[in-house]
């Protein structure tokens, strides 16, 4: 949106109409000017009504996460300051990755309507129609290398805290940090680090939220496992709502977990986790176990205990609820 389109867009935002004579006073241009950008907030895809007599009205506003309006009533100190945004690109945790040269502050983001090459964990393929919401935050935390897989946590868990906060549905943590909502998964998350062994420069996590797919929006493979939001609620969700009380939420459990440690994510993730007391099956790598799930440590790892009463840590991977081996 250019300087002049933003202003004539915030006196819109007030309520009422506007007449095109006093836009044009307003801004010290010409009525022609003010319809040219009238017309470029038309193409952004939002409802101007223009009456003779009355003036410009905003009548509706498109179902897009355009930076300045995620911006409006954002209340964070860096989280979500700077957005980069897309209708469409192959991954935002890639173009992340891409803006580490220029050395953008901590806290950027990067947001898309539709991901075409959405990248999910171990190597596997994320599907990111629109509808959902697609972002990566840059993050620059200074912490040892091994806490770091706890930050995927931390983006979990503000997650189940937005929705519950948002929508009043109650989300169960999956570990290490799927979220399942009616045993369907509706988020996943990525993350990324640069920098050298030991010193993180920058570390890229990518959240994926189901946010207001149908059933039909999935493809077929993925089955009955994945679901949305809109699904659960049966009714198309706020993205900018829940976005933004995402990034607040993460905010403070971010900054919380940097000062005073993990040990409240992980109550949380024990409280809430889908994954404990039951069967499962632990994918990680080309290792595969199978056990009852019993601990999730302090250290963010999983224990498991096998059919034989053998206790196994694992440190990362990727669960599957089974059933009890009979
Ligand atoms: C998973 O496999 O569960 C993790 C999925 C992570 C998807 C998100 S969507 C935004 C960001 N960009 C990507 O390419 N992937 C992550």
């Not at 009355?54 to 860096?78: A, H």
Request: include cysteine.
């Amino acid at each position: 949106m250019t300087e002049r389109a933003g202003k004539i867009f915030d006196y819109l935002r007030q309520e009422g109409y506007i007449s095109g004579e006093e836009l044009a006073t307003l801004l010290g241009v010409s009525r022609t000017a003010v319809w040219k950008q009238i017309e470029s907030l038309r193409e952004l895809g939002y409802e101007i009504e223009a009456s003779p007599r009355k003036g410009y009205l905003l009548r509706k506003k498109p179902d897009r996460l355009y930076p300045w309006e995620v911006g409006k009533g954002l209340k964070t100190r860096f989280i979500g300051k700077e957005i980069e945004y897309y209708d469409r690109i192959s991954s935002t945790n890639e173009r992340a990755k891409e803006l580490f040269p220029s050395r953008p502050p901590e806290g950027a983001l990067v947001l898309a309507e539709e991901q075409t090459g959405g990248k999910g964990r171990l190597g596997r393929k994320w599907y990111a129609p629109p509808g959902g919401i697609w972002m990566t935050i840059l993050l620059t935390p200074r912490l040892p290398t091994a806490e770091l897989p706890k930050l995927t946590m931390v983006g979990a868990v503000a997650l189940s805290k937005a929705i519950r906060q948002e929508l009043g549905l109650e989300t169960l943590i999956k570990w290490p940090n799927d979220l399942l909502l009616e045993g369907k998964k509706i988020s996943g998350i990525l993350t990324e680090l640069t920098g050298e062994l030991g010193r993180v420069e920058y570390l890229v996590l990518g959240v994926g939220i189901n946010a207001n797919q149908r059933q039909g929006d999935f493809p077929e493979e993925l089955g009955t496992k994945a679901g949305s939001l809109r699904m659960a609620m049966g009714e198309k969700i706020d993205r900018l709502a829940l976005l933004r009380t995402y990034l607040q939420i993460f905010e403070a459990e971010y900054l919380q977990a940097l000062e005073e440690g993990f040990s409240s994510i992980l109550r949380y993730c024990r409280e809430y986790s889908a994954t404990l007391g039951r069967w499962v099956e632990i994918r990680d790598g080309d290792r595969v176990y199978h056990g009852k799930a019993i601990e999730i440590e302090e250290s963010g790892g999983l224990v498991i205990q096998t059919e034989k009463g053998e206790r196994i840590r694992v440190l990362s991977g990727d669960a599957t609820l089974s059933r009890e081996p009979s």
